[in-house]
């Protein structure tokens, strides 16, 4: 047998050399190897600059104090609008106020009137018998004074006056040749108003035309 080793025969691969390629891999990372020509073909040349991103543009001083002054100018026209729409409530509050005690005042001289119709009623009835004298017709007088004065009240319901229904309660009617229209014949009792209200109606007698 010679010296040296016999060679492999018919393309066989020796078992020895296989073993000590293997062996030579062995610290070698295949994955990342086979990455790396990737990761070259994506890196710039030698050379050649990367491509930088375009700058942010800081605004300048001008266009900082342009838009300060359009906000400043919103802040305003809509701080104005608010006050104006407080002025407005505020009016309508003053005259809604001032209606409601104007209502308010007229429905307690309302109602101090209706508690004296029956003693104005009386007053009349003995003024027109004669029975109203001494200082019973003084204090009368005073009384009918002060409420006209004072409250504004008026008395109305005269004969002749022509038949209104928002002024008249007609409790009797006649007929007569004497008249063309409805007319008041006879006051049975006198009516009051305050200003514009009629606290009562005056009760009349009707003469309508026969």
Known sequence: MSEHAEEPSGGEVDPALAEAVEAAFDDVDLDAAAAAPTAAAQAPADGEPEEAEPPT?????????QASAAQAAEDLARARADLYNLQQEYQSFVRR??????GHREAGQAAVVEALIPVLD?????????DLTGPFEAMAGKLESVLGDKFG???????GEVFDPALHEALMAVESAEVEEPTVNLVLQPGYR?????????????????
């Open 57 to 65: 543009e800081e605004p300048s001083e001008l266009e900082v104090a």
């Open 97 to 102: 106020s001032r209606e409601g005690a104007q």
């Open 122 to 130: 009386e007053v009349a009835l003995a003024r027109e018998h004669g």
């Open 153 to 159: 009240l008026v008395r109305f319901g005269e004969v």
């Open 194 to 210: 305050l200003g514009e209200r009629v606290v009562r109606a005056a009760r009349v007698q009707v003469a309508n035309p026969a």
